[in-house]
């Protein structure tokens, strides 16, 4: 296997973020993870074990190589702009994922209206970097680092002919060198995520299932197909195909019009099943921008073994086909703007961290019973106290007791035989995590309400002042909102 390059100079590429009103830039996908001034450095929010970027995750600092790539839209609610990344890279055609990076340039859009443009200058006042027309990104992004060398990939192929041995594999995901109008010669590839073989052959770009999605379908097809002349753009949904419970989208690969759809599947869906890469094909296209679209396809021998590679990761967590599924995408919350946005994370944000009782005891009085039995003397400075202190809990109803009698200190299940009660502390779920990980003010939160003893104030504050050396560290994987 050959050795990753090096490069000396950081990486420069161009990303979109959710732009807020004061400026704060949020990735779409995890919203949680604001992006910081200066450096930032990738975290996983799906496996705390990862170190970014991971080849097999999505995890890492994501970044496009073109500032003219479509999916840099300006938008009202998003900022597009340029960074530098370094550390460890998973390195793409089209972009990159790094383990670390900072922002060096904000875009101004010429129609930015009163409130984007706002946006656009706290947002740049906040990170530190200048704001600037849309054209000059890419030379202000080169004053900070390198793009990607052209010949990372090797030279591009000669398709259909094979490549010389020793050629880089990857090249296999370049556009086939054939005439858009004609495709004399045919080629083959795979979009690998929508689950589709695309063929460049009688003169068109022809598309079906491949027949890993194909092989699941069992009986009773059922199939929606547009009509031939439609157009459709690369992305859009070109046919439903349902079986049994589930149902799954093709999306155009390409965009174009449609030439014609498989007559034969009309008559006998079932077709598509017995044969998808053969007589079961699905539509015939015309592409109205090849050179586009077609660097989205991976091409040759090579497509089989990345698509291989991708059911086979998709499969081992839970479903190779959940990217065409149309239950799971009609589950997730319709958004249409940014205040769909917004109401959803604030759903999100008002859930509570602990589903129930029982999470409550693992993952809180667990964590607490293990800080305990792990530290001396923490079990030392809060068994001073020497009382049973009794944290009632609500949202969700539970309870949290701590023996600190005779000089020890523990976590036991219920009040003990014989004891009572000396101080009971009344909170909600939520606030007992934020006091247990330090970022509960009792002052405060006595004051307000958030927070009620059985004590007065002043033994309460007291005998808090011992329970805070019990602190454990804070966690990421319970609150829903931040899944």
């Known amino acids: ?39 930032n450095e990738a975290v996983c929010a799906r496996d705390v074990r990862h170190q970014p970027p991971v080849a097999d995750c999505m995890c890492g600092l994501y970044a496009l190589t073109d500032p003219a790539d479509r999916r840099l839209d300006f938008r009202a609610d998003q900022a597009v702009g340029a960074v530098a990344a370094w550390g460890d890279m998973e390195v793409h055609r089209t972009g990159f994922r790094a383990q670390h990076a900072c922002v060096t340039a904000l875009a101004l859009p010429d ?17 530190g970097v200048p704001l600037v027309a849309p054209e000059q990104l890419s030379a202000e992004a080169l004053r900070h680092g390198a793009p990607l060398p052209d010949d990372l990939w090797g030279p591009a192929p000669v398709w259909p002919a094979a490549r010389p ?54 009986q009773g097809l059922r ?37 014609a759809v498989n007559p034969k599947l009309i008559e006998d869906p079932g077709l598509l099943a017995r044969d998808p890469e053969g007589a079961g094909w699905l539509l015939r296209l015309a592409p109205r921008d090849w050179e586009r679209d077609a660097s989205a396809v991976t ?34 919350p319709p958004v249409h703007s940014a205040a769909d946005v917004l109401a959803v994370l604030r759903a999100e944000r008002d859930a509570t961290r602990f589903a129930d009782a029982g999470a409550v005891h693992v993952e809180l009085g667990g964590r607490v019973r293990d800080a305990l039995a792990a530290d001396p003397e923490m079990r030392a400075h809060v068994g001073r106290l020497d009382q049973v202190v009794r944290f009632a809990l609500h949202a969700p109803e539970a309870e949290l007791v701590l023996d600190l009698r005779g000089g020890e200190a523990r976590v036991v299940d219920g009040v003990p035989a014989g004891a009572t009660v000396d101080l009971e502390l009344s909170c909600t779920g939520d606030d007992a995590y934020r006091w247990f990980i330090g970022e509960l003010d009792p002052s405060a939160a006595l004051r307000c309400g958030d927070l009620a003893s059985s004590a007065g104030t002043g033994p309460t504050l007291r005998a808090l002042a011992l329970l805070k050396y019990v602190r454990v560290e804070a966690w990421d994987a319970a609150p829903t909102w931040a899944r």
Request: aromatic letters at 8%; charged letters at 20%; glycine letters at 10%.
């Open 111 to 127: 129609r930015a209206d009163h409130d984007q443009r706002v946006a656009l200058e706290r947002a740049a006042e906040r990170y």
């Open 165 to 218: 041995p020793g050629a880089d594999r990857r090249a296999a995901a370049a556009a086939p060198a054939v005439d858009p109008a004609a495709f004399g010669t045919g080629a083959r590839g795979i979009a690998l995520d929508a689950h589709l073989w695309v063929e460049t052959a009688l003169g068109a770009v022809v598309v079906g299932l491949t027949e890993a999605l194909a092989r699941d379908l069992g």
């Open 299 to 332: 091409w040759g021998a090579a497509a089989s073994r990345h698509y291989a590679a991708v059911v086979a990761r998709d499969a081992a967590r839970g479903d190779a086909f959940a990217d065409v599924r149309l239950e799971r995408l009609h589950a997730l």
């Open 223 to 259: 199939l929606t197909l547009p009509e031939p002349g439609a157009a459709l753009e690369a992305g859009d949904r070109a046919a439903t195909v349902a079986a049994g419970g589930a149902t799954f989208g093709v999306w155009a690969p390409v965009g174009g019009s449609v030439l």
């Open 1 to 39: 296997m050959s050795a990753a390059p090096d490069f000396l100079e950081a990486v420069v590429g161009y990303r979109a973020w959710h732009v807020e009103p004061d400026g704060r830039l949020r990735p779409w996908t995890f919203t949680a993870l604001a992006w910081a001034r200066g450096a």
